[in-house]
Nanobody
Framework: VQLQASGGGLVQPGGSLRLSCAAS????????MGWYRQAPGKQRELVAV???????NYADSVKGRFTISRDNAKNMVYLQMNSLEPEDTAVYYC???????????????WGQGTLVTVSS
């Protein structure tokens, strides 16, 4: 199983970016999917998470600006980021709890990270 994140880049304050993450490989079922970020010198933190049923949860710092969504048919999760601030600069990692077979357990997988830089 692999997670491939994309969509990072350089954007000016107030701008928008959309991150995508595709899960591939032996996938039987996906539970939670989410995005985390790690800024230089800081610990990795949760940004947003969505359940298989579509419920969502956000870090207080991004509420009202970021939107997480998923496409269960394509095994993908997205993060729409609007009104970006310099404080949002970080490497963003996607994460998913994936079951590879009927009798297997859910395991947590991480994408490789995509850099988002918010700067003028």
């Amino acid at each position: 199983v692999q997670l491939q994140a994309s969509g990072g880049g350089l954007v000016q304050p107030g701008g928008s970016l959309r991150l995508s993450c595709a899960a591939s490989g032996s996938i039987y079922s996906i539970n939670n999917m989410g995005w985390y970020r790690q800024a230089p010198g800081k610990q990795r933190e949760l940004v947003a998470v969505t359940t298989s049923g579509g419920s969502t949860n956000y870090a207080d710092s991004v509420k009202g600006r970021f939107t997480i969504s998923r496409d269960n048919a394509k095994n993908m999760v997205y993060l729409q980021m609007n009104s970006l601030e310099p404080e949002d600069t970080a490497v963003y990692y996607c994460n998913a709890e994936i079951k590879s077979g009927t009798y297997s357990i859910f395991r947590r997988y991480w994408g490789q990270g995509t850099l988002v830089t918010v700067s003028s």
